[in-house]
């Protein structure tokens, strides 16, 4: 009867260590699932951050061409009321004035 009432103990403290080692497992899970959780956010935020640098180069050059197409126009712009202006001065349409000063 003692050896059998020994043996129920070191079977409890073994089912008792098991639950124990089992619960400590189980812990540690969670914590290697958050670390890939966090390692996959950080992952997550570097492309979002790639991805939106890469967005404002894309919109400074597309800033850049706008400005040096609007450059034109004015300069164009600008030309064409010079043009207005010299053939104001003469009183004679734009045809009449490059005819008229084509002589």
Not at 7 to 19: D, F, H, P
Not at 76 to 85: A, F, G, K, V, Y
Request: with cysteine.
């Amino acid at each position: 009867m003692v050896l059998q009432s020994a043996n129920v103990n070191n079977l409890a403290e073994k089912t008792e260590t098991i639950r124990r080692s089992e619960a400590a497992l189980v812990d540690k899970m969670a914590l290697v699932r958050e670390r890939l959780l966090a390692d996959e956010i950080e992952m997550d935020l570097a492309l979002v951050k790639e991805r939106l640098l890469a967005a404002v180069i894309d919109l400074v050059k597309a800033l850049a061409r706008m400005k040096e197409w609007l450059l034109e126009v004015v300069l164009e712009d600008q030309l064409e009321l010079e043009r207005l202006d010299l053939c104001k001065s003469c009183n004679l349409s734009h045809h009449q004035h490059k005819m008229h000063h084509s002589d």
